[in-house]
C-alpha cells in the first residue's frame, strides 16, 4: 500500500470508537486471564 492510499484510509477513522471496531471484528481486546492484549488497536485498524 502507498503512503497516500494508508493516509487516506486511516484518516476515515477518526472520530471513530476503535473499542466499538475491535468488537466488530472481533479483536481480542482482554484475554481470559484479564489481561489487555496490547497491540489491539493496531489489529483493529
Given amino acids: 500500500?502507498?503512503?497516500l492510499e494508508a493516509i487516506t484510509r486511516l484518516t476515515t477513522l477518526?472520530?471513530?470508537d476503535l473499542r466499538q471496531l475491535a468488537?466488530?471484528?472481533r479483536v481480542?481486546?482482554?484475554s481470559k486471564?484479564?489481561?489487555k492484549?496490547?497491540?489491539?488497536a493496531?489489529?483493529?485498524i
Fill in 1 to 3: 500500500m502507498e503512503r
Fill in 14 to 16: 477518526v472520530g471513530q
Fill in 23 to 25: 468488537d466488530h471484528h
Fill in 28 to 30: 481480542t481486546v482482554w
Fill in 33 to 35: 486471564e484479564n489481561k
Fill in 37 to 40: 492484549n496490547k497491540g489491539w
Fill in 42 to 44: 493496531g489489529h483493529t
